[in-house]
């Protein structure tokens, strides 16, 4: 008879025979006896068992997973066999304040019974099928074979020693072109045949790919390889699950095939070798993993990318909006962004020296100002020692002991009272201190994550290679990641801009889009009062405004007569597509005018806003019905956004939801307008050879080094693919392009406030 066992963080009421559908007697454990216990530390551990004496080990939670196995992500490995024996599970406890999390627990169950019963065996790696080629001759061979196959379809990998093609170089790569096969081919072994080879076989097949960008860099880097048809499974996976953090290539193997976690042999070995070499993780390189314990996992990995491959592109392809998204916005923005990535962003070094300098002299100064303040010295006196501002127990004191400043409520996780930066803001109302302390703050983490590390991470031509990701948000928003986060650079100091620097003959020339998301409401909601406002051109705010309150002046005045008025138009108009009430419209507006604004005053707008505009009242009702109604929504370019948690019981969860869903339905359209400009202008240049560069998506812009001869065209190009109809423009009046031009990307201001 099978033996299993179940193990629990705590002991819980949870009837775990009736969970698992009464299929099997459970032996239950707990690891800690006192369910007193809120976390479970090691030392609370004090669960006696025979492991041996069991045939399967269900463990629930990460505390248990953690404490038995190697693993550590309950969600990674729920329903996977771990170290041949042990099963993880979710807590089936969670699904009632996280509904969205039951499809796992329903595959998770299903997947335990199914090992216990022996209807599902994970399947062991084969190194006879999965191996190691650092024979040339040996590699022309398996080539000619991939070439000769009638599958037209070849996973393929790499193996490299950095994250950018110009830090390292290929160790080796990965091929499938067989169900359950593939080989590791060291790249010492690569000759001119074997590219010669490469390319056919490149040309020939569809080659499949887990996160195309990365690999694409490296092969048209170090190889000057060419891939007429690519798929991407990290892409495709996006298309079926929006929510990052989920892509990655083990989770996927985990979820739609029988290998497992296959790497995990592996992991080992290195953590092995990291421990006996005391060698830190950021320190450790990939190049010192020996070829022989190496082959048979790297080549794994087309191997599963090539089976994840067949479980993924059906699913999307049955899908005429999801297939239209990855066809169509997808693999050519993955195309155009692995160009941009290569162009890099223009940094000046001397800029950035100079910057350095002027930035650690605003903290000097602004450091010695705050050691003036009364309420400063008086603490130095009575704790008898100097003050560091970077201490939060010390300024902790000073504000609420010294300044006598009423904490905001708000608490750190160890329930002392926050001093973050959201907290010195409010405390800033009170008094002087908590807004110079914010300034410090932000002048610091602009000098430590800018311009200290930018420069050493130049490469020798002075550019910035840095990611940018298409499945990074769930509203089909560009990330950025690696180097530097393009999409956090500083708005409000101009310092970081202004070392972003055309090279000379050149110019920065960045392309915005105005108000795109009212625009894309606009249209989806078919409002034609609202559609109006666009027609009309001037100041949209002020035409808003106008319209909205039946102002008895020129739109153009507005802001002079009326701005609080016109404020409020515009909060509403921002605020209002995302659920915001007249509560947060109150807020808004009495922030940003510094006046009053009650929340009758702003209820009383939204009303009157709403009898203006009241077809896209009704869309924004219509949508977040179905939102509630189905738990996703499609966006108009084709995306989903799954938006379970709709059906959660507490209400605030579900606002937040139908908020985000509004949310995704707008900045969605406005985001793949601007993508879908940037991949139509980046063709254009690659075909007629122009010289302009574009070399980040930022939000709603888009940046290039364009050389002064083509900053017309460029122009004139760029706006006409971003104005280009797509089927949701407004008719005869096109969304609205801003263009600025300069030396660098703060456009003056940098040389303004520095006076350089």
């Known amino acids: 008879m099978t033996q299993i066992a179940l193990i629990e963080s705590k002991t819980s009421r949870t009837d775990w025979h009736d969970r698992f559908d009464n299929n099997f007697e459970i032996d239950r454990y707990a690891l800690c006896s006192d369910s007193s216990k809120k976390k479970i530390l090691k030392a609370d551990v004090d669960i006696e068992i025979d492991t041996d004496a069991y045939d399967w080990i269900i463990v629930v939670g990460s505390e248990a997973l953690k404490f038995f196995t190697s693993a550590n992500s309950i969600t990674e490995y729920s329903g996977k066999c771990v170290d041949d024996k042990y ?142 048809n690519f798929e991407d499974t990290m892409l495709l996976h996006y298309c079926l699950d929006e929510v990052p953090g989920g892509h990655g290539l083990k989770q996927l193997a985990m979820e739609h095939t029988l290998y497992g976690d296959y790497e995990k042999p592996m992991y080992d070995w290195i953590d092995q070798y990291k421990k006996q070499h005391r060698i830190l993780k950021a320190d450790f390189q990939w190049g010192s993993i020996p070829f022989d314990v190496m082959k048979v996992y790297a080549a794994m990995d087309a191997v599963v990318t090539l089976l994840v491959f067949e479980k993924l592109y059906p699913a999307v392809r049955k899908n005429a909006k999801l297939f239209s998204v990855y066809e169509n916005i997808l693999i050519p923005g993955c195309r155009m962004l692995t160009d941009i990535q290569d162009n890099g962003v223009p940094f000046d070094k001397l800029r950035l020296l100079k910057g350095r300098d002027l930035m650690q002299n605003d903290i000097d100064e602004a450091v010695a100002k705050l050691y003036e303040f009364p309420a400063v010295k008086s603490f130095e006196t009575a704790k008898e020692k100097e003050f560091n501002p970077n201490s939060t127990v010390q300024l902790r004191s000073l504000l609420f002991d010294f300044v006598g400043l009423k904490p905001t409520g708000k608490k750190t996780g160890t329930g002392a009272d926050s001093t973050d930066a959201e907290v010195l803001k409010e405390l800033g109302e009170q008094h002087e201190i908590p807004k110079h302390i914010l300034s410090i703050r932000q002048k610091s983490k602009i000098k430590n994550t800018y311009l200290d590390k930018i420069y050493p991470q130049l490469d020798k031509d002075s550019r910035l290679r840095t990611g940018f990701n298409l499945h990074g948000t769930t509203s089909g928003r560009l ?29 920065i020339v960045a392309m915005d889009l105005t108000t795109a998301e009212v625009y894309v409401a606009a249209v ?23 319209l909205v309150f039946n102002l008895p002046c020129e739109a153009e005045d507005i802001a002079e007569f009326y701005p609080t008025q016109r404020q409020a138009a515009k909060a509403v108009t921002f605020g209002i597509m995302y659920g915001a009430g007249a509560n947060k419209i109150s807020q808004q507006v009495t922030a940003d005018s510094g006046k009053p604004f009650t929340k009758s005053q702003a209820q009383e707008v939204i009303d009157d806003y709403f009898k203006q505009f009241h077809k896209l009242k009704k869309w924004i009702d219509l949508s977040s019905k179905f939102i509630m109604d189905n738990g996703f929504i499609y966006g108009a370019t084709g995306r989903k956004r799954r938006l379970p948690n709709v059906k959660s019981d507490n209400q605030g969860i579900q606002s937040h939801e139908v908020r985000s869903g509004m949310n995704f339905l707008v900045q969605s359209v406005a985001s793949d307008i601007n993508l879908l400009g940037a991949i139509d202008m980046n063709e254009d240049i690659k075909t007629t050879g122009m010289k302009s560069r574009i070399f980040a998506l930022v939000h709603d812009s888009i940046l290039a080094e364009v050389p002064e001869n083509e900053v017309e065209i460029y122009s004139e190009k760029l706006q006409k693919y971003i104005q280009q109809d797509r089927g949701f423009s407004i008719p ?18 940098f040389e303004s406030k520095y006076d350089i």
């Open 87 to 228: 099963l993880p599970v979710i807590n089936p406890a969670m699904l009632s304040f996280k509904p969205e999390a039951k499809p796992l627990w329903d595959k998770s169950k299903k997947n335990i019974i199914d090992y216990i019963n022996g209807d599902l065996k994970q399947v062991k790696l084969d190194s006879n099928k999965c191996y190691g080629i650092q024979d040339t001759k040996q590699f022309h061979e398996f080539l000619q074979a991939a070439i000769d196959h009638p599958n037209k379809y070849v996973g393929l990998d790499s193996e490299t020693t950095g994250l950018y093609p110009r830090d390292g170089y290929m160790l080796g790569m990965s091929i499938s072109y067989e169900k359950d096969h593939g080989a590791y081919i060291d790249t010492e072994c690569v000759d001119e045949k074997a590219e010669q080879m490469l390319q056919e076989l490149f040309d020939k097949k569809i080659i499949i790919f887990h996160n195309a960008k990365f690999d694409l860099a490296f092969f048209e880097y170090h190889f000057n390889f060419t891939f007429p």
């Open 479 to 507: 990330s950025s990641s690696g180097k530097m986060n393009m999409q956090q650079i500083p708005r409000d100091n101009p310092i970081v801009k202004g070392c972003i620097k055309a090279a000379p003959g050149h110019k």
């Open 524 to 546: 989806l909601a078919d409002d034609k009062n609202l559609m109006e406002i666009f027609k009309t051109g001037g100041n949209f705010h002020s035409n808003i405004a106008k």
């Open 732 to 749: 005869g009046t096109p969304v609205g392009c801003d263009f600025d031009i300069g030396d660098d990307y703060s456009f003056g201001k």
